[in-house]
């Protein structure tokens, strides 16, 4: 099975949904943050393994504890992903904190403080 073929991307779909529902309602540790989403799912054409994108709403200290929470509960994790999905291999899970939502919100500050200042800097040139 090739990466992008559309079953690979089924699979994908599939055991990123899984893995949300799974982190949401099962796991009860209070390590990890309610405000925890899987933005993507990743696995490898063998099913032998998944890389979890996780994004966590809060700051550094919250992302950290929530990676450890789902370290330790990975076992747990994968027993009801097989549980839950029919597939031929369960995946050994590797999270990943994905910062791509926190670049992009910093880079849209950038935007508009440079925009504000290019907007100060126009009407002081219209006032002289």
Same mark, same amino acid.
């Given at each position: 099975?090739?990466?992008?073929?559309?079953?690979?991307?089924?699979?994908?779909?599939?055991?990123?949904?899984? *893995?949300?529902?799974? @982190?949401?309602?099962?796991?009860?540790?209070?390590?990890?943050?309610?405000?925890?989403?899987?933005?993507?799912?990743?696995?490898?054409?063998? *099913?032998?393994?998944?890389?979890?994108?996780?994004?966590?709403?809060?700051?550094?200290?919250?992302?950290?504890?929530?990676?450890?929470? *789902?370290?330790?509960?990975?076992?747990? @994790?994968?027993?009801?992903?097989?549980?839950?999905?029919?597939?031929?291999?369960?995946?050994? @899970?590797?999270? @990943?904190?994905?910062?791509?939502?926190?670049?992009?919100?910093?880079?849209?500050? *950038?935007?508009?403080?440079?925009?504000?200042?290019?907007?100060?800097?126009?009407?002081?040139?219209?006032?002289?």
């Amino acid at each position: 099975m090739r990466k992008n073929s559309i079953k690979n991307t089924r699979i994908n779909s599939e055991v990123q949904r899984e *893995l949300a529902n799974i @982190i949401r309602g099962e796991i009860k540790d209070p390590r990890i943050h309610p405000l925890t989403s899987v933005v993507t799912a990743e696995v490898a054409p063998d *099913l032998k393994t998944c890389k979890a994108y996780i994004s966590v709403l809060g700051d550094q200290e919250a992302q950290k504890k929530t990676l450890e929470g *789902l370290n330790s509960a990975v076992g747990y @994790i994968r027993r009801q992903l097989a549980r839950n999905l029919n597939l031929r291999n369960t995946p050994e @899970i590797r999270f @990943i904190m994905d910062q791509s939502i926190e670049y992009g919100v910093h880079m849209s500050r *950038l935007i508009d403080e440079n925009h504000v200042e290019e907007s100060g800097r126009d009407e002081d040139d219209q006032d002289e």
